[in-house]
């Protein structure tokens, strides 16, 4: 569930912490992240969607919950009558910014290789748009290019829970400096 940012003062796009990025460190957790964003899922749903064992789900979830990406929600019963414990997300990934100089090879591409992974489960037909692009640009043209963009996600984030009657789409903004 996304916070408002004219409501939520922590909502506002701000650096991530050292905690914050270590926590996004693994494709599996931006995994969770995703899969929490839109549903609450307990454990065994998380573990059964991404088709991992329970307790390394659980591992992942705790730090999730230890830096305030997850939250648990109240305590359900599940079909076979058992307690369920769901976990949301709280929406304050979508406001943190990552410099690079933060970030070890391992680390900046989880977020990479868990797209990957959510790409193939979908398939190639969920492509809703594609862009494929190599332009010459300075810093600054790179730094001008990404406040722009990142501008246009953050109105759509902002109001994603007017539209959440329909289809749910990801995605991901990554430009790179080409090999030369």
């Avoid at 659980?58 to 369920?84: C, I, M, N, T």
Wanted: charge should be negative; hydrophobic fraction near 40%; glycine fraction near 8%.
């Amino acid at each position: 569930m996304d916070r408002d940012p004219t409501i939520d003062p922590e909502a506002k796009r701000r650096p991530a912490t050292v905690k914050e990025i270590k926590a996004m460190s693994h494709p599996l957790r931006v995994r969770i992240l995703r899969l929490c964003g839109d549903r609450e899922l307990t454990n065994k749903q998380l573990a059964d969607r991404l088709g991992v064992d329970a307790g390394t789900v659980l591992y992942h979830v705790r730090q999730l919950v230890d830096v305030g990406f997850l939250e648990p929600v109240g305590v359900r019963s599940g079909e076979s009558g058992a307690l369920e414990k769901p976990y949301r997300s709280t929406g304050r990934t979508w406001w943190l910014s990552v410099g690079l100089d933060d970030l070890d090879l391992g680390e900046g591409l989880a977020p990479v290789d868990a797209f990957q992974q959510e790409l193939a489960d979908a398939g190639p037909r969920s492509i809703a748009t594609y862009a494929r692009f190599a332009l010459h640009l300075s810093p600054e043209d790179v730094a001008e290019l990404d406040r722009r963009i990142v501008a246009v996600i953050d109105e759509f984030v902002e109001t994603d829970a007017e539209r959440t009657g329909r289809p749910l789409h990801g995605g991901l903004f990554l430009l790179h400096r080409s090999a030369e």
